[in-house]
């Protein structure tokens, strides 16, 4: 069965130092994998993907995320965080084959403080 | 950026009510989904919708749920009597020609709670 992990129900980081979201997975094929973030009060909102190519992938805001076929994971990162980058992040994966649904993990709430 | 709008933004009912939440995807969008997050718990696909049919549905769309695009502009859900356990945020998205492949659009949501 697809799965997605994110271990860390919270990370909290000081402004201008680098962040990290773990996210896991367990799928059957070649994964499609995703992270979206929301706000309060708003949907979820595209980050990034990974679909073939290169392991690291950029994304919005200046997030950029590693697949590691090796560790099944695909974690979210980014240099420098801001105060502006509080939000609650999810992972999501696809399975390549036969089906068009996003398994999503449990997201992780990202606290930057000032 | 275009954004998927859905009403009611909260929506309160009793059990064994019907419910129909609402959802305006983006104009040119094809491929429509329902997806759900009980309190504190991860999002849960329950449907997508292409071509105007059901391509897939997750075993929580039960009898029960049914979608609809009556007008080629919204995009429904409707719980014909509602539960306690389906009180949730429920989130409409919609991609475009690569469907899940690419990113989606998700709504800002509607909160049930069901009494």
């Known amino acids: 069965a697809q799965s997605v992990a994110q271990p860390e129900d919270q990370v909290n980081v000081a402004e201008g130092n680098p962040l990290t979201v773990k996210c896991t997975y367990s799928v059957s094929g070649n994964p499609y994998l995703f992270w979206y973030v929301q706000y309060p009060n708003r949907g979820l909102q595209f980050l990034l993907k990974?679909?073939?190519?290169?392991?690291l992938v950029k994304g919005s805001y200046g997030f950029e995320a590693e697949f590691n076929k090796s560790q099944t994971s695909f974690h979210l990162k980014k240099p420098s965080a801001l105060v502006s980058d509080s939000a609650l992040y999810f992972c999501?994966?696809?399975?390549?084959?036969?089906?068009?649904?996003?398994?999503f993990g449990t997201g992780t709430r990202l606290q930057v403080f000032p | 950026e275009p954004e998927v709008t859905q009403t009611p933004s909260h929506q309160v009912t009793q059990m064994g009510q019907e419910v129909i939440l609402r959802c305006v995807p983006i104009?040119?969008?094809?491929?429509f989904y329902w997806y759900r997050q009980i309190l504190g718990q991860k999002v849960e696909f329950l449907v997508s919708f292409y071509n105007n049919e059901i391509s897939e549905k997750s075993e929580i769309f039960d009898d029960q749920f049914s979608v609809e695009r009556p007008d080629g502009s919204n995009f429904t859900l409707k719980i014909r009597s509602t539960k306690l356990e389906d009180s949730a945020m429920y989130f409409c998205?919609?991609?475009?020609?690569?469907?899940?492949?690419?990113?989606?659009?998700f709504g800002s949501g509607t909160q049930l709670s069901v009494l």
């Open positions: 998205a919609s991609g475009g020609q690569g469907g899940a492949n690419e990113k989606l659009f």
């Open positions: 999501a994966v696809r399975s390549l084959w036969g089906t068009d649904k996003l398994i």
């Open positions: 104009s040119n969008h094809l491929y």
């Open positions: 990974y679909i073939t190519g290169d392991n």
